[in-house]
């Protein structure tokens, strides 16, 4: 029997490019913060976008720094 190749899994190449989308997505336009990737039975099952907003040193209320 040959074994199977990662490419030939059923979905697997769809999955993967699926993967890259969203953490791609994530990371577009990110400023500051952080991706989070979490991975459960060597699988990514959710991917978590933290976006940070500086606060200017010399204007506390400006949201734009």
Not at 35 to 61: A, C, L, S
């Amino acid at each position: 029997m040959k074994p199977e190749s990662r490419s030939s899994s059923f979905g697997e190449d769809d999955r993967d490019r699926q993967l890259r989308d969203i953490v791609a997505s994530a990371v577009h336009g990110l400023k500051f913060g952080e991706i989070v990737i979490n991975i459960h039975d060597g699988k990514i099952v959710q991917v978590t976008r933290v976006e940070k907003t500086r606060v200017d040193k010399f204007n506390p209320y400006s949201r734009h720094p």
